[in-house]
């Protein structure tokens, strides 16, 4: 099983405050994805990065992919209450099984008005 | 559209009762997937589908079976339940090939008494 870490695992801030969220593996993989998951609901994907140093924006949020597909960062700019929520970090190789898709522990982020 | 759906959401059962968690998806996945999630373990795999008549072992399959009922359905079934399988449940599908993107169903929240 391929390990992909989160870091931190938790963190709370002040609203208006950014912040970076890490993932990091010593695997190589073809593709890496980005979850959000709110109390009480299943996860929702986010973005796929694919690339190597690839870079997605969606609104105040960042994502890279590292440029040899191990690591990836989540900053978001601003943070505002509504970001609160459990970001999950996926990653996959073509080809594999369900083994091929790997999840990290997750980050716990709290965004305080 | 639907999307995954997962039945029932929530479940109170007695230590070496029975009972099947159903999913079913409509975005005409070939693989699907049986996640548990616990504090600070992150998701863990089951048992996975990865495609119509096909189901493999995951991390922890210990005390599950699964039916892969047709390609829209996937259930998951705890034959005897203990208070080790007090958990949340999460179905979820994905195409076989590229990136993985998985998308979950609401989750199904049981406690073994």
């Known amino acids: 099983t391929q390990l992909l870490e989160q870091s931190p695992q938790f963190l709370s801030i002040q609203e208006g405050e950014n912040l970076t969220v890490y993932c990091n593996s010593s695997?190589?993989?073809?593709?890496l994805q980005w979850y959000r998951q709110e109390p009480g609901e299943g996860p929702v994907l986010l973005v796929t990065?694919?690339?190597?140093?690839e870079v997605k924006k969606l609104k105040r949020l960042t994502f890279q992919f590292g440029d040899a597909r191990k690591d990836s960062s989540l900053h978001i700019t601003a943070a505002q209450p509504g970001d609160t929520g459990l970001y999950l970090c996926?990653?996959?190789?073509?080809?594999?099984?369900?083994?091929?898709?790997?999840f990290g522990k997750g980050t716990h982020l709290i965004i305080q008005p | 559209n639907a999307g995954v759906t997962q039945t029932p959401k929530f479940q109170v059962l007695k230590t070496g009762q029975s009972m099947t968690l159903q999913c079913a998806q409509d975005?005409?996945?070939?693989?699907m997937y049986w996640y548990r999630q616990d504090p600070g373990m992150g998701l863990r795999l089951i048992y996975y589908?990865?495609?119509?008549?096909?189901?493999d072992k995951g991390e922890v399959p210990n005390g599950y079976n699964v039916s892969r009922l047709n390609k829209r359905e996937f259930s998951l079934r705890l034959e005897s339940a203990a208070p080790s399988q007090t958990s949340v449940y999460f179905c979820?599908?994905?195409?076989?090939?590229?990136?993985?993107?998985?998308?979950f169903g609401q989750g199904t929240r049981l406690t073994v008494v």
């Open positions: 979820a599908s994905t195409y076989s090939v590229g990136p993985r993107e998985a998308f």
């Open positions: 996926a990653g996959s190789y073509s080809g594999g099984g369900a083994d091929g898709l790997t």
């Open positions: 695997s190589v993989f073809s593709s």
């Open positions: 975005m005409n996945h070939n693989s």
């Open positions: 589908s990865a495609s119509e008549g096909t189901t």
């Open positions: 990065v694919v690339t190597g140093g």
